[in-house]
């Protein structure tokens, strides 16, 4: 049975709730969440591109592309209208503390972008430069026409809901997930729209480890590369059904215009 999600705003401008039906998008805004399904703990200098992206609690999550650039999910930053009230956590296994709280001065979203899921992304310029060190590194991004074969491992991380109550919702998680075939993944969510081509999956047949609420806008990460922005999904690490990113390749040359032009017009 598909979970019908409310996703209340992060930012007193967005002062209404959203119903998304049977779609499960994977960010709770101003909620703390747990972590990633089926994963284990790690340290954040085994994945320095992860942050978190908070407004008094994190809501969603994020990856470092260089010391002022983060990328996240278009639908976590929806209808934020005051990029100021976000920050992101960078540096830190743990959600709450350490690392480096840094201000969000601009949100851009992709052009594309023309519902919650289609395009999912959204780039953050922050006031102040990251200081990089071994916590805090960029992630690499793909060529526009690069492609990933089917049942490439790949590591999903952040501080989304782990279904565990055992599990403390404080430290940063990660899982292995296997990206899965394309047009079978469009099949199976077809009563859902399919999955369009600015979307990738990942995930097993028989479930058990996958992302969740929490964990929009973190990275899917494959050979060092980023692959995937969390997106959505029916329910969290169920069998048949995998999780649906955002396809990084069919966004980076928006980011490296979005990124350049910005920088020049400083």
């Not at 996703?7 to 805004?29: D, E, H, I, N, Q």
């Not at 201000?103 to 990089?132: C, G, M």
Request: hydrophobic share 35%; charged share 20%.
């Amino acid at each position: 049975m598909l979970r019908t999600v409310l996703l209340v705003a992060a930012t007193s401008a967005l002062c209404f709730v959203l119903v998304y039906g049977s779609y499960t998008p994977r960010s709770k805004p101003g909620q703390s969440g747990g972590r990633i399904v089926g994963g284990i703990a790690v340290n954040i200098t085994d994945y320095p591109y992860q942050v978190s992206l908070q407004r008094n609690n994190h809501f969603c999550g994020g990856s470092v592309l260089n010391d002022r650039w983060i990328l996240t999910a278009a639908h976590c930053t929806k209808g934020i209208t005051n990029a100021s009230v976000l920050r992101i956590r960078a540096g830190s296994t743990e959600v709450r503390s350490g690392g480096v709280l840094a201000q969000v001065r601009t949100i851009y979203f992709h052009p594309k972008q023309n519902s919650w899921s289609n395009y999912d992304f959204s780039l953050l310029e922050l006031k102040e430069a990251l200081k990089l060190s071994k916590a805090v590194q960029p992630i690499s991004l793909p060529a526009h026409d690069d492609s990933f074969e089917d049942g490439t491992l790949c590591e999903v991380s952040g501080w989304g809901n782990t279904r565990n109550a055992n599990e403390s919702s404080l430290s940063l998680r990660a899982a292995t997930v296997p990206l899965y075939n394309q047009e079978k993944c469009s099949t199976v969510y077809k009563e859902y729209g399919g999955v369009s081509e600015s979307m990738i999956c990942a995930g097993y047949e028989e479930g058990g480890k996958d992302s969740c609420q929490g964990d929009s806008g973190g990275p899917l990460v494959c050979n060092g590369v980023l692959v995937g922005v969390v997106s959505w999904g029916k329910g969290c690490a169920e069998p048949g059904f995998p999780g649906v990113y955002g396809r990084v390749t069919s966004a980076v040359e928006w980011i490296s215009e979005t990124m350049n032009e910005v920088v020049s017009e400083r």
